[in-house]
T-cell receptor, first 113, second 112 residues
């Protein structure tokens, strides 16, 4: 039982490059989330998926796209990376809704030069 | 825009002391207030949460106190230990059931 896994752990991109962050959970959770964490700003929700087949924008969706591939997997894509997207990205899942515990992955540290 | 204001930003407490972190929130659609703990290089993990049909919840050395009229809730860590050194985040639900608004975090250091 691995919980929530994320790949890659680290990534360096040049401005304008694209990449996809992968996330998978093995807890049969319905809801999945992508956050970014910046110093002094806590966690900010980028996109979430309430259930398989649905995705919705969070607080800071600009510059990102997501795909809920199946119940287990939720990917985050940066189409044209910008230095402002330098951050630590966390994927999380919960049984359903925010009033259930969210389980977080180990994070991806992304640097955009 | 809805906010959760968390204080202090950083806190140093002697081993055995009481650590107190406070959060203030704006209107929420429903009442559910979790605290998460994060160690360096790791993702946050749920520490304790309260659904305020009660004003206080205790789990071991950790207690959440909730004041609905003041729209404030706080985390108390009794008998603080060096292993409690971490960053703590409070959160509150946004208007939908699927979004949490997070405080900016408190970096807690427990001195031996």
């Amino acid at each position: 039982n691995a919980g929530v896994t994320q790949t890659p752990k680290f990534q360096v991109l040049k401005t304008g490059q694209s990449m996809t962050l992968q996330c998978a959970q093995d807890m049969n959770h319905n809801s999945m989330y992508w956050y970014r964490q910046d110093p002094g700003m806590g966690l900010r929700l980028i996109y979430y998926s309430a259930s398989e087949g649905t995705t919705d924008k969070g607080e800071v969706p600009n510059g990102y796209n997501v795909s809920r591939l199946n119940k287990r997997e939720f990917s985050l894509r940066l189409e044209s990376a910008a230095p402002s997207q330098t951050s630590v990205y966390f994927c999380a899942s919960s049984r359903t809704g925010t009033s259930n515990e969210q389980f977080f992955g180990p994070g991806t540290r992304l640097t955009v030069l | 825009q809805q906010q959760v204001k968390q204080s202090p930003q950083s806190l140093i407490v002697q081993k055995g002391g009481i650590s107190i972190i406070n959060c203030a929130y704006e209107n929420t659609a429903f009442d559910y207030f979790p605290w998460y703990q994060q160690f360096p290089g790791k993702g946050p993990a749920l520490l304790i949460a309260i659904r305020p049909d009660v004003s206080e919840k205790k789990e071991g050395r950790f207690t959440i106190s909730f004041n609905k009229s003041a729209k404030q809730f706080s985390l108390h860590i009794m008998d603080s230990q060096p292993g409690d050194s971490a960053t703590y985040f409070c959160a509150a639900p946004r208007d939908s059931n699927y979004q949490l608004i997070w405080g900016a975090g408190t970096k807690l250091i427990i001195k031996p």
